[in-house]
């Protein structure tokens, strides 16, 4: 089964909306949690590492303030696109390492598919 | 980030062997090489990683060139469920965040 699960698994919304998309760990904790972008037959982009308790670190060229991550709990991080336009229409997907340690496994979400008229 | 080189695409043919072939000729001596994969609509799924020796788990094998300078990823019966984007990913010490490159796509013919 699912060890990471992503809600809503798509949204269509909008020009101007702020949509929010849960990722939450089942059975597990984790203290970081990664969020992705996926546009149309592109590879995935590393956007930002979710910190339990802490500031999010982002990725260059990723506008923290337009992309709103909060990691409240150690099951849950929320990734809130504010003030959404046509070109932030994408696949938003998480992940999560099962284990503290580096370079372990990472479970990902289904994605989420967003879509912005 | 080290990079990693695959070919774009591949065929195989139904129960046969498939070999994927990762390039990381700049790869330092601490980098963990892993390897996911991604079906269509869905997110990545683990598949296997090493970081010296060769890998086996049910799902695949991980082949690691002496030199650690390129892998494979041995798929060892190919099904129809096998289709998907294999990436080759290496992952610095100390980090688990993932840079996906651009992968091969794997078709899997009947």
């Known amino acids: 089964g699912a060890v990471v699960s992503q809600h809503p698994s798509w949204v269509i919304c909008k020009s101007g909306t702020s949509v929010k998309i849960e990722c939450r760990s089942l059975?597990?904790?984790?203290?970081?949690m990664f969020w992705y972008r996926q546009f149309p037959k592109q590879s995935l982009m590393l956007m930002a590492t979710?910190?339990?308790?802490?500031?999010?670190?982002?990725e260059q060229g990723v506008e923290k303030d337009k992309f709103l991550i909060n990691h409240a709990s150690l099951t849950l991080s929320t990734l809130t696109v504010t003030s959404a336009h046509p070109e932030d229409s994408s696949f938003y997907i998480c992940?999560?390492?099962?284990?503290?340690?580096?370079?372990?496994?990472?479970?990902f979400g289904d994605g989420t598919r967003l879509s912005i008229l | 980030d080290a990079k990693t080189t695959q070919p774009n695409s591949m065929e195989s043919n139904e129960e046969e062997p498939v070999h994927l072939p990762c390039n990381h000729s700049?790869?330092?001596?601490?980098?963990?090489i892993h390897w996911y994969r991604q079906l269509p609509s869905q997110g990545p799924e683990y598949v296997i990683h090493g970081l010296t020796s060769n890998v086996n788990n049910r799902m695949a094998s991980l082949a690691i060139a002496e030199d650690r300078k390129s892998s494979t990823l041995i798929l060892h019966r190919a099904t129809l469920r096998d289709a998907a984007v294999y990436y080759c990913i290496l992952t610095q010490t100390g980090a688990n965040n993932l840079f996906f490159g651009t992968g091969t796509r794997l078709t899997v013919i009947p």
């Open positions: 992940s999560a390492p099962t284990r503290i340690q580096s370079n372990q496994p990472q479970h």
């Open positions: 979710s910190n339990e308790g802490s500031k999010a670190t982002y």
């Open positions: 059975d597990f904790q984790a203290t970081t």
């Open positions: 700049t790869i330092s001596g601490t980098d963990y």
